[in-house]
């Protein structure tokens, strides 16, 4: 019997990576006529293969099948709103194994195997089937398999479905531990105009603090699709903070994709030799002077070495803008519990605790000073940190919290409000040990309370620090919204937090 670890025939190039590509309805079916665009299609095959005998892994994020299932049913336009959502899930159904059935009969053409993964939020947020996915696609790629991942509609409902392929593509990337994740649309790069509209736009090629970036998300998503160019700064957002660097490109042309790989690849090469060739210099100039180096005996770092020039001669790769992901990525589990879970309330906590879970230790209920939403053990919650009242007894913080109307009003107001003034700002999500109810009759006081407030103390902490994944400050990665607004005055504009 063959051994399927090793039945793919294509060479290992120099540096194998994993390269997660991601296309839109509108790169798969035309607009219109919801016909297949197989010539797109058929240079997204030979552009997976090409990698593939390069020496990377791939994985397609892949969506279209309302649309297929449009072509399929003759249905002109995909219908809309909730009454018609067991109508979707059926086009979907419909069109996903006509989809699966063209990717299979493009790849048979050049021999490559693929494989479906169908996804849901619940998949992603149930850590047993999670790893379950993670392990199944890690062994599909050391297979020789290409992966083609898309949401499963036929199940997903509001609450449970990412909301856009982006947002999927970014977190099957930080699953496969990709290098790359290229997120194909209908323009080149991200301007820092829009380009319909502005002839003088000019062209953002490398972006390395998302926060600090203003650029043209005017782009919406096509008639078929529920993404635009918002959802997939955001998507970048998530995709960096685990180490990915991402690109945005256009999917007309899938053979940029080769071509920016390969420069990325010379690049990094390069510059690798570059640093190599000086140290050796330095070392040998210290070797000959005795154990010193001197000025002269120094290379001048303003003297190109030869691999320096040899990355001057490199071809410029396609128009496309790269995102650069996070010195120290987020891995797994701390990815997981930030993006991977819908949070179903919120602690707010004082600064002191946000403190010590940066110092790396648990969250205790002293620390906590108010509760909001109806949660049980184990499940996800936002942490928000906000200033403490003036009073900071247990029973001033319970009166502050308890509130449950305004002054010479009847009219109840929001746990959120009541903190509004308080400087509140999402600091991370937690899986706690106690229920909403628990964690509000022992909250602001010390752990060695806790039996005696509930009558019982199943642990100290309110949330073990494994169990706690906070925002990186740099670029805050968050989890996407539904809706974005039209016009936003840079990325910044985006809220930290998560409508999932």
């Known amino acids: 019997m063959a051994d399927l670890g090793n039945s793919t025939p294509y060479m290992k190039g120099p540096k194998q990576h994993t390269v997660v590509i991601k296309l839109g309805t509108s790169s798969i079916v035309d607009e219109k006529t919801h016909e297949p665009l197989l010539s797109t299609l ?40 909730p009454k018609h959502l067991a109508k979707l899930q059926a086009l979907a159904a419909i069109g ?62 509001a609450e449970i479905k990412f909301g856009d392929n ?9 699953m496969v531990h ?9 323009v080149d790069c991200l301007y820092d105009k829009n380009p319909r509209t502005n002839p003088d736009a000019k062209p953002i090629v490398e972006v390395e603090d998302i926060g600090a970036l203003t650029a043209d998300v005017s782009s919406a998503g096509s008639s078929l699709g529920t993404g635009g160019m918002g959802t997939k700064i955001v998507a970048a957002r998530l995709a960096t903070s685990a180490g990915v660097t991402t690109i945005i490109t256009r999917s007309s042309s899938p053979g940029n994709i080769v071509n920016i790989v390969r420069y990325l690849q010379a690049t990094k090469s390069t510059k690798t030799s570059a640093s190599h060739s000086s140290l050796s210099q330095v070392n040998h100039a210290t070797e000959e002077s005795g154990g010193v180096a001197t000025p002269a005996e ?34 797994d589990r701390y990815f997981w519990l930030l993006h991977g879970l819908a949070p179903h309330g919120t602690l707010y906590i004082d600064a002191g605790a946000h403190a010590a879970l940066s110092d790396k230790a648990g969250l205790l209920p002293v620390g906590v000073l108010d509760v909001e939403g109806n949660f049980a053990q184990q499940e996800a919650v936002r942490l928000v940190v906000v200033d403490r009242p003036a009073s900071t007894s247990a029973e001033a913080n319970s009166t502050h919290a308890s509130s449950t109307s305004t002054p010479g009003s009847s009219t109840p107001i929001s746990v959120s409000a009541k903190w509004e003034a308080c400087n509140p700002v999402e600091v991370g999500r937690a899986l706690v040990n106690y ?60 809220e930290a937090g998560s409508s999932m």
Request: glycine share 6%; with cysteine; hydrophobic share 40%.
């Open 298 to 331: 120094t290379p001048s770092p303003q003297t190109p070495s030869t691999a320096a020039l040899g990355a001057l001669a490199l071809e410029e790769p396609p128009l496309h803008t790269r995102f650069l992901p996070l010195s120290t990525p987020m891995r």
């Open 166 to 174: 982006d947002t999927l593509s970014a977190i099957a990337a930080a």
């Open 435 to 494: 229920a909403a109810s628990e964690i509000a009759r022992i909250k602001g006081h010390r752990s060695t309370k806790i039996g005696e407030l509930l009558g019982y103390a199943d642990t100290e902490y309110v949330a073990y620090r494994e169990n706690i994944s906070l925002i990186r400050r740099e670029s805050r990665p968050v989890s996407p919204v539904h809706e974005f607004s039209a016009n936003i005055g840079g990325v910044a504009g985006y």
């Open 96 to 157: 996903q194994c006509r989809l699966m059935s063209l990717w299979d009969s493009l790849f048979a053409h050049l021999q490559q195997p693929i494989s479906q993964i169908l996804l849901t939020r619940n998949d992603i947020a149930d850590r047993s089937r999670y790893l379950n996915a993670q392990n199944c696609m890690a062994e599909l790629l050391d297979m020789g398999v290409i992966p083609i991942v898309n949401e499963n509609d036929t199940l997903a409902v």
């Open 42 to 81: 058929s240079l997204i095959v030979e552009t997976a293969v090409k990698l593939r005998k390069d020496g990377h892994k791939v994985v397609i994020v892949s969506s279209g099948a309302i649309g297929v299932g449009l072509r399929r049913m003759d249905v002109d336009k995909r219908p809309k709103g």
């Open 178 to 186: 990709a290098d790359f994740l290229f997120l194909m649309t209908d």
